[in-house]
């Protein structure tokens, strides 16, 4: 069965600190992975989007990195804020089966404070 | 990338009544998605709007309960009938301008059934 798994499921940092959320799925053959942040009672907010043939992408203090063989992916944030504070999402393509639907983690609940 | 309009951004609804949720985008594009996020879950597909046909529908979910529109390339409405509290949830529209590229989000829709 292909599924995405995040940790940790609650993150609590102090402001500037750099953090790491992690994504892992169970079948390295992927399409392609997506980053998302949800604030509270929101829609969802693409942040990165990596191919299946990259080894990562930035924008701005996001930086995604995507590990195939071992089934991972990690979305680095530098100095965060308090701003930062959302649900992150990570969703993938799987080549086969589902019929490339997204199949999703349940997030990870960040909170940045000042 | 793709912009999307959604409304109502929430809404209180009585059980037995329907709501109609709209969903419009600011470019034509292939595919659009209706998505439901039960608190504190992760987002569950319910059907792809396909225009010029009918929706089609993931496992558990059925026309009757869940009525779709897309009478063009640019707009789709869901509908949830007969609600009853279980329907509280967060409906989300998405796109992807091509098949299986970047998934983009409206902003939501909250719906709390009394």
Do not use: H
């Amino acid at each position: 069965k292909q599924e995405v798994t995040q940790i940790p499921a609650a993150l609590s940092v102090p402001e500037g600190e750099n953090l790491v959320l992690n994504c892992s799925f169970t079948d390295s053959a992927i399409y392609n992975l997506q980053w998302f942040r949800q604030d509270p009672g929101k829609g969802l907010t693409s942040l990165l989007l990596i191919q299946s043939s990259q080894r990562e992408q930035t924008s701005g203090r996001l930086n995604a990195s995507l590990d195939k063989s071992s089934g991972r992916s990690t979305l680095y944030i530098a100095a965060s804020q308090p701003g930062d504070s959302a649900t992150y999402l990570c969703a993938v393509r799987f080549n086969a089966g589902n019929n490339r639907k997204l199949i999703w983690g349940l997030g990870t609940s960040l909170a940045v404070n000042p | 990338s793709a912009v999307i309009s959604q409304k109502p951004s929430r809404d209180i609804c009585q059980r037995g009544t329907s709501l109609t949720i709209q969903c419009q985008v600011d470019s034509q594009v292939t595919m659009m998605f209706w998505y439901r996020q039960q608190p504190g879950q992760s987002l569950t597909l319910i059907a792809t709007a396909n225009q010029g046909s009918e929706a089609t529908y993931e496992s558990g979910f059925v026309i009757d309960k869940f009525p779709i529109s897309r009478p063009n390339l640019t707009f789709s409405t869901l509908t949830v009938s007969n609600m009853s509290p279980e329907d509280s949830s967060i409906y989300l529209c998405s796109v992807n301008i091509q098949e299986n590229t970047e998934a983009f989000f409206g902003q939501g829709t909250r719906l709390t059934v009394v």
